[in-house]
């Protein structure tokens, strides 16, 4: 399915997605499934200036059988409706035609609709086979870790009797082979990754629990949860054949991208995040793409630690051949934004920076660590409007600030 281009002001659908101007294809989309949308208020926003904006609303809708809450999602393209959009109804605003969708039945992400219900979980664990035994409803739950709609979404599943955890990364169909042959390429290699518990036709790929806890939650302890030493470690066990995998572009080369996004949605930081990305441009315009096996995404969320090492990375997905520097950047990125933290947490997570970036600065160059760091925080900026925090304007400013403070270490 394809679409003219939209004319007007707003080809991308931005403003109609985040403005009162959005109520009525959501009503529209309520009635058209037999309830009456009774409130809303916006929840998530993924945004590409010029092209497309998608956008998820918490909703109130009284059905035949009662009033629930309900997710509604909302996608416009300047170009028209793209194949997938036909999974979802699509409605008319104007010369615009966007695609309109109830959670779980995300057009991009069929499996979904499975991994969002306890019946069809418990289901599924006992066709698979996966606690030995058959299960119920009522000994699953689940928990929803993270849902980017039209892209993938990740869900805890928590089965009672016997006590096993999974992870569920729901994806498209278009990237599940190619995920599901990264992880095997790491645990056949030793590296330690999540086992596969399971697969499926619709693209949920199940992943047994990591050993210890997550380093985002370490990272507040009063000792060291490991060293900066054993997480370069880690990622120099990958094996050479991950480096002959595709190349993912790192964080940097997408700083552009994500000023766009930024300067879209907060006008008044246009200038310096202009700023910064001419001065990340020009510092990493040198440097070779490299050829080392990298994660592509390596920051405290994607790590767990036990007795005082690395025990396990996740969301290998990425993959790939790049620079250390990549790697080690994306974690000084995220240890430097972390939010809500109060004074003692601060304290831990700027000792562990102090203690860790030396030690990174021998491994990788100093000038390039700090300028993949920033490009990495630039990206990040674009989270709090994306999940429209109440404060996302302040919490995207501190972001940045700590952006400048290592372009303005080099320069």
Not at 51 to 72: I, K, N, Q
Not at 165 to 175: A, H, I, P
């Amino acid at each position: 399915m394809t679409g003219h281009l939209v004319p007007g002001p707003d080809p991308d659908g931005s403003t109609l997605l985040t403005t009162p101007a959005v109520e009525s294809l959501l009503r529209a989309a309520v009635d058209h499934a037999g309830g009456h949308l009774d409130s809303w208020r916006l929840d998530h926003v993924d945004s590409n200036p010029g092209l497309s904006t998608t956008a998820t609303y918490l909703a109130t809708v009284t059905w035949s059988y009662g009033t629930r809450s309900e997710l509604l999602g909302v996608s416009a393209r300047s170009s028209g409706p793209a194949t997938s959009d036909g999974n979802a109804e699509i409605f008319a605003d104007g010369d615009r035609e966007v695609a309109v969708w109830l959670y779980p039945n995300d057009p991009d992400l069929p499996g979904l609709a499975r991994a969002a219900y306890p019946d069809r979980m418990a289901e599924l664990i006992t066709s698979l086979g996966l606690v030995g035994r058959p299960v119920s409803p009522g000994q699953v739950s689940l928990r929803m870790i993270g849902y980017r709609p039209r892209r993938r979404a990740v869900v805890r599943v928590d089965v009672t009797d016997p006590r096993r955890t999974f992870y569920v990364k729901v994806l498209r169909g278009t990237l599940f082979a190619d995920v599901l042959h990264r992880h095997r390429i790491l645990l056949d290699a030793g590296v330690p990754a999540p086992e596969i518990a399971g697969t499926t036709d619709d693209n949920l790929l199940i992943l047994a629990e990591l050993p210890g806890r997550p380093l985002a939650r370490a990272v507040f302890d009063p000792v060291e949860p490991c060293t900066a030493a054993n997480l370069i470690g880690v990622l120099d066990t990958m094996p050479i054949s991950v480096a002959a995998l595709e190349r993912r572009p790192p964080w940097s080369e997408a700083v552009n991208h994500y000023v766009q996004m930024v300067s879209a949605a907060m006008p008044s930081q246009a200038g310096r995040l202009a700023w910064m990305s001419q001065t990340i441009g020009q510092g990493l315009s040198a440097i070779p793409r490299g050829e080392e096996a990298t994660h592509g995404d390596f920051h405290e969320g994607q790590v767990h630690v036990a007795d005082g090492r690395v025990c396990g990375i996740l969301d290998v997905d990425t993959i790939g051949p790049g620079r250390r520097a990549d790697d080690l950047a994306c974690m000084v990125a995220h240890l430097s934004t972390i939010q809500r933290m109060d004074a003692q947490q601060a304290s831990r997570v700027h000792h562990l920076i102090r203690t860790w970036v030396p030690v990174f600065d021998e491994r990788v160059d100093p000038t390039e660590l700090r300028l993949r760091a920033a490009a990495v925080i630039i990206s990040l900026a674009t989270g709090p409007y994306r999940s429209q925090e109440p404060h996302w304007e302040h919490e995207t400013v501190m972001i940045l600030d700590a952006a400048e403070a290592l372009v303005r270490q080099v320069v």
